[in-house]
């Protein structure tokens, strides 16, 4: 589907009440939704496309609400006039809309990398407090808004995962490291266990989080954006994405991340001794990677990919973080935490 503006126009005409349409305008689209700004003459929204289906969508965006809520910056979901987060489009077409966040994407890794290493300190203190707000929710209050019971087994999030790793057969592009991650993908699944049994902080997570995704204006947070995979989950699988996502894992950059944990840790008051998980996150988070981009490149989709950018890259990009991750000792990120939080003697 396309948003032109005439589909925009009926969309919310149909479902919302925000009052007469002022403009229309296209905005940077990204790998799961299609994004178009809308001015109404109640303010500023942004309508989102997912070639989703609605139930899923429904979920997620009841977790941004929650997350709203407590407080957390992010663009608030705004409900249909049926009182509903979503527009069932078709089966598996599904309409949002969240208001407007002013600013712009604080720094983008790998166009000005010294400058997102500059502002690691204000970025723990971002994810901190965040990750503070998000573990307030308790899991009493997200059942009374989604009684699914499956939605709250921790291991959901690798399901689909293993999907994928039963079709490797027939889904993987050609690469002659196939063979090896698939066998590193098959420990994998055996060291999970140990972190689903653990007793470790839970809240709602972005799952995808990366330094373009927070906005700023006038150097003060305006929001955290695209929580189009928000999930119930362990708060530290977050750090995991979020070390990949900045490149915090390469030992030239282990100052950063100790700047980073820093202000982490204060804001966001997680048990440090959590932090030994991180590389197996990482880990997960590589393998997701692979298996993503072996997805689109077999299923031959192309939405969201900016200029440059090739599913095949990204496909050939999980493989070198996987064996990059395999390369890190268990508590790396943990004594690197320890060295920079003692006190002086």
Known sequence: MILNNALVKEIINSNYDLGEIVSVNPLESGHESDNIKVTTERGDYVIKYFPQEPEHLREVIILQDLLFSKGVKLPQPIKTITDDFVVEYSP?????????VSGEAIVFRDKDPEKMFSLMSWFGKCLGEFHYLSKSINESEIRQRIPREDFFDQTSGMQWVKEQYEKAETQLPQH???KAILKEFEIYLKEIDELFSSDMTLGIIHTDLKPGDFFAENNELTGILDFNGAHYSYIINELGTWVMYSSLYKPKNKTNFQTFIKFYLEHSKIPMQELIFIPMLLKGRAFVQFFYFAYRIHNNITQGLGEGET????????????????????????????HVLEKPK
């Open 92 to 100: 598996t077409e599904t309409i949002a809309i969240q208001s407007f």
């Open 176 to 178: 002659e490291k196939n």
């Open 311 to 338: 599913n095949l890259k990204g496909f050939e990009d999980g493989i070198n973080l996987v064996e990059a991750s395999l390369k890190i000792p268990r508590t790396y990120f943990y004594d690197l935490a320890v």
